[in-house]
Structure formats: structure tokens, C-alpha cells
């Protein structure tokens, strides 16, 4: 019997699970290792954090999945991984043999760049964490307004800024929001849309400004100015999980798990690697949750093949991805190769998409 790790339980490793329900594996031993029993997607977080959904409406019941997929589900992090030994080193000294590993652990904002921002600043990912950090921002006594800066302005930064502006509206609470970038993130139409859409929410934009240090209780240096904040949410970058170098897997100059056109690694084809934390070796595409949803489909067929070594599927990138950016309100921006639009219809379809997504996992 082959045994079969699954390691995190993010887009891709729900949706092989979710294909296995309806078509299992034989003669295989499966473990899903995940810190939580649910995921949080993504592309519905910005409405939770709106208030617009409720935690339910935006997580996938993983550990369930697993149990209808006849898999075991370890509830723990994993915490290194040595390919030439193919063994997983979890969280509190066990360790997880196999024959297939599939490493799906996402990302994290990257803090190696700025000092004290790992210290300092609460991390938009993990969203469990962030969750928390937001809910004791909200909790907090309403003497005074709240002021938070958001450091990173590319699609999440923005989207999390006004989602929060919204928020803190729509509780009648004041709030004071900066949003920092080093560089502009968006060109054209889509950067004109995203400022009037900040400028709407009442999010001041810094850009571009870059933050050169975080300081204890919310003082955030630039170059040119020293300001102080009730806290700092740090959304910028993606970073690999710091243990992927010393797996012995081949990495890009990141660290993140240089994959070929079939996800698997590299350096040792036993091992597959999809979503955020893998690098596509010959075909590298921004890391996002529509690239690890698309990883989804092809994994769970290749993971198949490979057990039944038949010849993998080569997976070719979509060249080009809509953006659907959520401008705090019931609104929301459109980009599909430059062209743009916005409004309260584009806000209604991103909701049915994903909804229509996520209902896919409900069992
Ligand atoms: C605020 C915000 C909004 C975003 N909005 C969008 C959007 O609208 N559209 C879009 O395409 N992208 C969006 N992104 C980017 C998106 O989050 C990522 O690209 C996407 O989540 C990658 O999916 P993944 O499955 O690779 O990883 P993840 O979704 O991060 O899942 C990884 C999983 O691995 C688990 N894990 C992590 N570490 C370990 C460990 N050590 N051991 C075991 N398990 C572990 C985690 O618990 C998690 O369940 C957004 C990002 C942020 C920060």
C-alpha cells in the first residue's frame, strides 16, 4: 500500500480532496496534515473582514473533506520536510513517512525585507491569526478613533484597506487609515479606479513610500517620516515557509519549491508542489489563489497517474487572470488584461463566483 501525505490544506489539496470523494483511490494510504480543520478562502476574505459574510460562508471544512475522502486528517503544522529521506517532520516530534507527498502550505507576507515588521506588525496570513489580531482590534474601547496603517498596496493591501474602512463605518466607529506601497502596484484605468476607490473609503495612500522600519507600538519609519499608529497590518510580498530550503527540494532564489510543467519538484518527482509555495520552473505566474484553484484539477489527476505510472499531464498556465478587487462597500473592481470595470454588478458576480466555488466543498 502506497502512502500518500498531503501537507496543507489549502485551494488545491480541498479540491483534490473534494475529486476523491467521488472517485477514491485504491490501495492507498492518504494523510491530510493541516494546522486547522477549515481553510479560509482567500478571495472572500476582504468580505468577512466587510462584514458582509459570516466565518462559515468563507471556509472549507477540510478536515471533513478528508474524512469522506477516507483520509486521515493529522491536525498539526508541519514543521520541515527531508526529500531524501522522504520523511515529514511535524510539530511537537512526530514524524510522517511516505512514497507521494503534495505540499499545498500557501505563502506567507514577506517580512524578511524591513526590520521589525515581523515583530511589530500583524500578518495578513496566516488568516486564522489575522483574524484574531482584527477581531481584538475591534474589541478594543471606542474612546478614540482608530488608526491603523497597511503596509503592502498590491491587490490584498487594497482590498483589505477598504474592507476595513467599511467596517469600521458601517459600526459607526471613526477610523484612520494609511496604506503604504513602495511602488505603485496597478497601471493605467485599474490604478485610477483602485486610488478614487481608497480615496472613497477614506484610506490615505502613501505611495511611493517605502516603510524602512517597524518600531514597538505602531511607529512606522519611512525616509521621511516617523508615525505612530494603533497598529500595523503587514500584507506585503509572499514568502515561502523558511523550511522549504533545508528540505533538500530544489528551490528558486526565494525559497519557494521549483516545480516542472507536471507540479512536481524538480529534484525529486515524488514530491508535488502546488499553489503558492510552488515556483512553476519554466512557465513562473504571480502567486494567487486563481493560479492554486487551477492547480487543483491538475494535481488530483497527476497524483493518480503517478500512483498508476501512467504519463502525468503537463499543466500550461493561463497566460492572463481576472483581478476582482473588492472596494469595501457592496462594489467592486474588474481587470481582464487591462480592459476594467467597476460597480455595484461587478461586486454582485464576484459574490456569485464565489459562492458557486465554495458551495463545491459543502458535503
Ligand atoms: C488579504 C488577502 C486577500 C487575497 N485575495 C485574493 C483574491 O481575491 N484572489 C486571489 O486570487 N488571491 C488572493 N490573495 C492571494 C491568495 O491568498 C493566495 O495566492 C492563495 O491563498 C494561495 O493559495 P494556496 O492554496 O497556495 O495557499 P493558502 O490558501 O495560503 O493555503 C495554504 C494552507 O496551508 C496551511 N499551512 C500553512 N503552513 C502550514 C504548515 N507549516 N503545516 C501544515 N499546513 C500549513 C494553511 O493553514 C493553509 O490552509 C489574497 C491574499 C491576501 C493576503
Not at 262 to 267: K, Y
Amino acid at each position: 500500500m502506497k502512502r500518500v501525505v498531503l501537507l496543507g490544506g489549502g485551494h488545491a489539496h480541498a479540491y483534490v480532496l473534494r475529486m476523491l470523494i467521488d472517485t477514491p483511490l485504491h490501495d492507498v494510504r492518504l494523510t491530510l496534515v493541516t494546522p486547522y480543520d477549515r481553510h479560509t478562502y482567500s478571495g472572500m476574505l476582504p468580505g468577512l473582514v466587510a462584514g458582509h459574510y459570516a466565518v462559515e460562508d468563507v471556509q472549507i471544512d477540510v478536515a471533513g473533506l478528508a474524512a469522506s475522502a477516507g483520509a486521515e486528517c493529522l491536525r498539526a503544522e508541519v514543521v520541515g520536510l527531508d526529500a531524501a529521506q522522504r520523511r515529514v517532520q511535524l510539530a511537537g516530534g512526530a514524524a510522517l513517512e511516505y512514497d507521494f507527498a503534495s505540499l499545498n502550505l500557501g505563502s506567507l507576507p514577506n517580512t524578511t525585507a524591513v526590520p521589525g515588521s515581523d515583530v511589530h506588525a500583524l500578518a495578513a496570513k496566516p488568516f486564522e491569526r489575522f483574524l484574531e489580531g482584527w477581531n481584538a482590534l475591534l474589541a478594543r474601547p471606542r474612546a478614540a478613533p482608530l488608526t491603523l496603517a497597511l503596509v503592502g498596496a498590491g491587490a490584498a493591501g487594497a482590498e483589505l484597506a477598504m474592507a476595513i474602512a467599511y467596517r469600521l463605518e458601517s459600526l459607526g466607529r471613526e477610523g484612520n487609515l494609511t496604506l503604504y506601497s513602495d511602488r505603485p502596484m496597478f497601471t493605467g484605468a485599474l490604478a485610477r479606479r483602485v486610488r478614487a476607490a481608497l480615496v472613497r473609503n477614506r484610506v490615505r495612500l502613501r505611495e511611493p513610500e517605502a516603510v524602512t522600519r517597524l518600531e514597538p507600538d505602531g511607529l512606522v519609519v519611512t525616509r521621511s517620516s516617523r508615525e505612530r499608529y494603533d497598529a500595523v497590518v503587514w500584507t506585503a510580498g509572499a514568502a515561502p515557509l523558511p523550511w522549504l530550503r533545508s528540505s533538500g527540494l530544489d528551490t528558486d532564489a526565494a525559497g519557494f519549491v521549483l516545480v516542472d510543467n507536471m507540479l512536481r519538484s524538480v529534484s525529486h518527482p515524488e514530491v508535488f508542489a502546488v499553489g503558492d509555495c510552488a515556483t512553476l520552473r519554466d512557465a513562473p505566474h504571480p502567486k494567487s489563489g486563481v493560479y492554486a484553484v487551477r492547480h487543483g484539477d491538475f494535481l488530483a489527476r497527476n497524483l493518480r497517474y503517478a500512483l498508476a505510472r501512467v504519463p502525468l499531464h503537463r499543466y500550461r498556465p493561463q497566460r492572463l487572470a481576472l483581478a476582482l478587487i473588492s472596494c469595501g462597500a457592496r462594489w467592486a473592481i474588474a481587470d481582464w488584461a487591462g480592459l476594467s470595470a467597476e460597480g455595484a454588478w461587478v461586486w454582485r458576480w464576484k459574490d456569485r463566483l464565489d459562492r458557486h466555488w465554495i458551495r463545491r466543498f459543502r458535503i
